[in-house]
């Protein structure tokens, strides 16, 4: 639980469950993401990677700034089911250990996904891999239940261009119910854990892609498939920048029904542009009541999985970027 509480702030004194009720933080108050975030009722969280929990300044601005803890990797079938049916879950129980000492919550990413699979895996087809497909979204989601509050319980299952076509992966070669029957897998093993799809180049809603998932989460609410978000990952460039209608594309989807979450967010670029950049895509959750939380895909420039893009909030030495003041801002202002 955070320590460096505004002194401004009346603590209750009722005891829930061993954590000190306060009053919610003010714009004035609310001095980190975090707590800007709380302000607003959504979440600021981020991804990270467990090998650089040694590393004090970036478990310092971890530890002060988010609220919400993704394991960027550690969590991915490779990593938690190495040999078929033996689990090792240290890699990620290290993070997520981490987070509720901190009194943080954790999405988990992701149970299953066309890449980061195990050896064992490819070796199985038809019947034999749906089976293993699903005994990992049971063994995993079941092991976290009570400590993972979301899952993105599919990845990146729709290809690229302009067909709105599903990607072309050994699960869907199972057949084209696989993406619901694993989530109906996760509901069952864990049933308060929020169910979410995650995918990326889903933020214009003009796109093809985009208009497929829409179809498909529109379909699951209509026949009662247990999602409970969609997961829009965000990662922005020059080409490819915040959508002038982002907004919109949210509201389509919470319209449906379910919670949206910009999950992996990174923008490429430095200065004011990269400021007034994520000043567009944290304004465009604020505009979407069910918009609920925010995500950046790391803590430091140095480590992102594009570290050349400088695209986070925090530059390589750990200093506040002119876009942690814009994101900051946007979230204090926020009514």
């Known amino acids: 639980m955070r320590e460096l509480l505004s002194k401004s702030l009346v603590v209750v004194s009722v005891v829930v469950a061993g954590v000190f009720a306060v009053e919610p933080a003010t714009a004035s ?7 800007a975030a ?36 550690e969590m991915k079938l490779d990593a938690t089911e190495p040999q078929q049916n033996r689990f090792n879950f240290a890699p990620a129980d290290r993070i997520v250990d981490h987070a509720l000492q901190q009194g943080k919550r954790v999405r988990g990413h992701t149970l299953l996904w066309h890449a980061g699979q195990p050896s064992w895996l490819a070796g199985l087809r038809g019947t ?18 009570g400590k993972v509050y979301a899952w993105d319980v599919v990845n990146e299952a729709f290809a690229d261009g302009t067909t709105g076509a599903r990607r072309d992966s050994n699960f869907q070669r199972t057949g084209d119910d696989w993406i619901e029957a694993a989530f109906h897998a996760a509901r069952a093993a864990d049933p308060t854990a929020k169910l979410c799809y995650n995918d990326y180049n889903i933020e214009n809603r003009a796109h093809a892609k985009t208009q497929a998932v829409y179809r498909m989460v529109r379909d699951f609410k209509a026949r009662g498939v247990p999602i409970d978000c969609v997961g829009l990952q965000s990662h922005f460039t020059a080409n490819h920048p915040v959508p002038a209608d982002f907004a919109t594309t ?6 449906l029904g379910v919670d949206v ?8 670029g430095s200065g004011a542009a ?25 803590v430091r420039d140095s480590d992102s999985w594009r570290a050349s893009a400088t695209p986070l909030l925090f530059d390589h030495s750990g200093a506040e970027k002119p876009a942690y003041t814009a994101v900051l801002d946007a979230l204090r202002c926020a009514r």
């Open 29 to 35: 108050t609310a001095t980190t993401l975090a707590t």
């Open 38 to 73: 709380e302000r607003t009722g959504r979440y600021f969280g981020v991804g990270v990677q467990g090998y650089k929990l040694t590393d004090q300044t970036y478990v310092g601005i971890l530890n002060r700034e988010f609220g919400v803890v993704t394991p960027e990797n």
């Open 128 to 145: 034999a891999l749906r089976a293993a497909m699903l005994n990992h979204v049971t063994q995993v989601t079941a092991y976290y239940r």
């Open 250 to 255: 949210l509201r389509d989807f919470a319209d």
């Open 261 to 268: 979450q910009l999950t992996e967010l990174d923008i490429e």
């Open 274 to 298: 990269q400021a007034e950049n994520y000043r567009r895509a944290v304004t465009a959750c604020l505009a979407v009541s069910r918009c609920t939380g925010i995500t950046v895909w790391g």
